[in-house]
């Protein structure tokens, strides 16, 4: 299975870029690396995610290294509200349906 | 609005008494799935549905039913529900692509429901 490894928690301040890094050695070619966020006890929210290149949107930016083997989630500028725990999970294909496992996932606190 | 609706939201229950908590999704989404989050676990993967009858289990299938009969629903269903089953349940689905024909699937982006929080007694 191709499983991910994340810090358990980080602090950022406010307004400075928040790195979270992820390991996923395992990760085959045809995986793609996704990272949520689960602000609370509410239902995880999809951030970004990518194969092979890096990727930019709206919310953050994702840089994945040559090799695959690990990530790094960028959020620019960090507000108040992006203290959440943030997972990064690698969907496992299987040829009968696809298992879908999260990690422990980072804890982020933002703070003033 | 593209979204998934758990219901109930809150439910408290006795042990044995069966229950289903409801999944809808509007977007047409072959792939839903369902996890449970307990503290120190993160999210597990209860069962999982590639599209309508065709369901598998994920990690931590005991204890818990579904059924797709419906491309839009996808029930979880605790025949005799334990304590060790009180839990925060979520739901989710999303759409996915074949790599070539016939090939293996990559899912799109899951979107998640608001969440269950379940308590038996």
């Known amino acids: 299975d191709a499983k991910t490894t994340q810090p358990p928690s980080m602090d950022c301040a406010e307004g400075r870029a928040a790195n979270l890094p992820c390991n996923h050695s395992?990760?085959?070619?045809?995986?793609?690396v996704y990272w949520y966020r689960q602000i609370h006890s509410q239902g995880p929210q999809y951030i970004i995610h990518?194969?092979?290149n890096n990727e930019t949107n709206e919310m953050a930016s994702l840089i994945i290294t040559e090799d695959r083997k690990s990530s790094t989630l960028i959020l620019p500028h960090a507000t108040l509200r992006d203290t959440a725990v943030y997972y990064c999970?690698?969907?496992?294909?299987?040829?009968?349906?696809?298992?879908?496992?999260f990690g422990g996932g980072t804890r982020v606190l933002v703070k003033p | 609005e593209a979204q998934v609706t758990q219901n109930p939201r809150y439910l408290i229950t006795v042990t044995g008494k069966k229950l289903t908590v409801t999944c809808s999704q509007n977007?047409?989404?072959?792939?839903m799935s369902w996890y449970r989050q307990d503290p120190g676990l993160g999210l597990r993967q209860i069962y999982y549905?590639?599209?309508?009858?065709?369901?598998d289990k994920g990690d931590v299938p005991e204890g818990y039913k579904v059924s797709r009969k419906e491309k839009r629903n996808f029930p979880l269903i605790l025949e005799s529900p334990s304590p060790n089953q009180t839990s925060l349940y979520f739901c989710?689905?999303?759409?996915?692509?074949?790599?070539?024909?016939?090939?293996?699937?990559?899912?799109?982006?899951?979107?998640f429901g608001s969440g269950t929080q379940l308590s038996v007694l």
């Open positions: 999970i690698v969907f496992m294909i299987k040829a009968a349906g696809n298992k879908l496992t």
């Open positions: 990518g194969l092979k």
């Open positions: 977007m047409n989404h072959e792939y």
């Open positions: 395992t990760i085959s070619g045809n995986e793609y």
């Open positions: 989710a689905s999303s759409s996915y692509r074949r790599l070539g024909t016939g090939g293996p699937a990559t899912n799109e982006k899951l979107f």
């Open positions: 549905s590639m599209n309508v009858e065709a369901t």
